[in-house]
């Protein structure tokens, strides 16, 4: 998606274009979808991509939603973040290009063993 920044401002609110156009993060424990139980698909909240099963979801003590796998690798992309003076594992939408979190190996490991840590802001949820 090749869309201006100004078409993004209209569609996200302040926080969301922060976070999914300017790679902000939001404060830990603070987003909606932290603490969500409920059973559904989690899609970019930029562009309506499916990217995590609530099945794939897991407390990690984090502060932000953690997923051990999303729904399709295709639908997203990893960049090296060299930002803040350190090297992280950046994951963004593949769609649209908007900043969604970081990739971590700390995940469990009777899993995948990777933590998705992204931000809530960046996730609309979809109940089944």
Known sequence: MNKS??????????????????GATEPA???????????GVYECAAC???????DTKF?????WPSFDDPINKENIE?????????IRTEVVCKNCGSHLGH???????????MRYCIN?????????
């Open 59 to 63: 407390d990690s003590g984090s502060g």
């Open 29 to 39: 424990f603070s987003g909606a979808l932290y603490n969500n139980h409920e059973k």
């Open 5 to 22: 920044n100004e078409y993004w401002k209209k569609k996200l609110g302040p926080k969301q274009y922060e976070v999914l156009r300017k």
């Open 48 to 54: 309506d991509r499916p990217l995590f099963s609530s």
């Open 103 to 113: 990739l971590f190996n700390d995940g469990p490991k009777e899993t995948t063993g």
């Open 120 to 128: 809530s802001c960046a996730l609309n949820f979809k109940k089944k």
């Open 78 to 86: 990893l960049r090296e973040d060299d930002r803040y003076g350190m």
